[in-house]
């Protein structure tokens, strides 16, 4: 297997001096080397082949001894040097500190067709940022994380990707549910890939030590190697990377509220300078359209990470990260500038993207109250989602009183509670929408292929992730592998895996892993 290691950020950004791997407060350094803990046992799971791609990697790499010891930790890639990255954050609005990586560790940066990646192994073992905890994953987290990975990818929403799905051979002491009950259970490694895994929080880091070298060779570098189309210099220059980080930021917020997403830790350690979903810990996609759905039992107080304030957070956080990139620029008007413009921007391409899952091309002004009211109604009775906007396609123009809510008849959750009121108000919006349908000049069955192109047949439902976990747990790895290619193609029909479009099964209402998780999830 062989690999051209590139490691830009390892070699252009200032080291933690100590390279001793103990819990501590590290100054000065994006990073600090470290070594993988080496697996007892390592078995190999399942591999993404378009991961393995964008990286250069071979079947026949991949079915090697030597794929498995160095994606499991066992072995370090030649001219490598593993090391984890330093960086603080806000958890649930809360300053934190430094946290860094806790139980991430950077393998090498590769170079693939003219590319740089990053090469991330989550779950190998404690670094000097991994503070109480022991730097270890369990194999359920490291399902979820795995598969769902690439599912957003393939969705098109902006992510980070996974390469492997390892088991280590070793056992990992866990509380599923922080309630005093921990449990071993199986211990894995997964290898995330990206261009880079620079976060908010590592510009909060040596903005709040007041460490302004450090923070501008970070956000030089940065600037460089992933914005090199920003050509401005002096104090315009971090104002204009400000920019786009928002750019990038709402872009993919927009995806996650198109889909359906709730990502659960939206902590500003866990947002992404490059604008891709990060950290894969208690996500969950809605079942029944809510707003404020939370998965993440942390949260589930005062459920500040739900659905519908993930715009509202995305904006906090990016106010933070202004913060941070203010000292650079010592002029706030130039940020607030941007945060306004932000909320404006981020308000129409909701309502295009809105319009695109309702098969609108024209645009009318009486489009926002359609919107709305959908919004509403959505919330009178369980309404799953997906299946939802998947069947709205269905849905023709017609004069008929009435028509068009048949259509959705299988996205009821209680389908005994569509009467009365609650009926009235569907066939009122219906009424409302079939109207506006009549508006448009697409045909029927063209609005149709285009709704579908946006409005997904298959997520990763959380009971779909718990039924593989539930049945790796017995050894038997399949539905990984059914679930992996199944949603490769979210958009597609696909009759052969027909069963997965359904709503969430009673069953998983409430079992751990199928409802809400924690961030042990």
Known sequence: MQLKINNLFSSELPADIDETNTTRQVLNACFSYVTPKVSSNPKLIHVSSDAADLIGI?????????????????????????????????????????????????????????????LQLKGAGSTPYSRR????????????EHLCSEAMFHLGVPTTRSLSLILTGDEVLRD????????????????????????????????????????????DFTIKHYYPEITSNGKE?????????ADKTREMIVHWQRVGFVHGVMNTDNMSILGLTIDYGPYGWLDNYTLDW?????????????????PEIVLWNLFQLANALYTLVEESKP?????????????????????????????????????????TVLQLSETDMTIFFRELGYVKKCYTPGCGIATIDDAFYRPEEIKKEILKKWESWFKKFIYRLNEEVE???????????????????????????????????????????????????????????????????????????????
Request: aromatic share 12%.
């Open 58 to 118: 071979t079947i026949k790499d991949i079915q090697s001894e030597d794929f498995l010891d160095v994606f499991s930790g066992k072995k370090i890639l030649q001219n490598s040097k593993p090391y984890a990255m330093n960086y603080a954050g806000h958890q649930f609005g809360n300053w934190a500190g430094q946290l860094g990586d806790g139980r991430a560790i950077i393998l090498a940066e590769i170079e693939h067709n003219q590319k740089i990646l990053t």
């Open 133 to 144: 905890a022991d730097g270890l994953a369990v194999l359920r987290s490291s399902i979820r």
């Open 176 to 219: 599923v549910m922080y309630d005093g009950n921990p449990n071993y259970e199986k211990g894995a490694v997964v290898c995330r890939v990206a261009p880079s895994f620079i976060r908010f929080g590592s510009f909060e880091l040596f903005a709040a030590q007041n460490d302004l070298k450090t923070l501008q060779l970070l956000t």
């Open 237 to 245: 220059k971090y104002i204009e990377f400000f920019k786009h980080v």
């Open 294 to 310: 939370t998965p993440n039992t942390t949260d589930k107080e005062h459920r500040r990470y739900r659905f519908g304030n993930q």
């Open 335 to 375: 940020f607030e500038s941007i945060l306004e413009e932000f909320q404006k921007l981020y308000f129409n391409d909701y309502i295009d993207m809105m319009r695109n899952k309702l098969g609108l091309t024209l645009k009318s002004k009486e489009d926002i109250k359609l919107i709305k009211e959908l919004e």
């Open 443 to 521: 045909i029927d069955e063209h609005r149709k292929m285009q709704m579908n192109k946006v409005n997904p047949k298959y997520v990763l439902r959380n009971y779909m992730a718990q039924v593989a976990i539930d049945a790796a747990n017995k050894d038997d790895y399949s539905i990984i592998d059914e679930l992996h290619e199944l949603l490769k193609n979210p958009y597609d029909e696909q009759p052969q895996f027909e069963k997965w479009y359904v709503k969430r099964p009673d069953w998983a209402r409430n079992k751990i892993g199928s409802s809400m998780l924690s961030c042990s999830s």
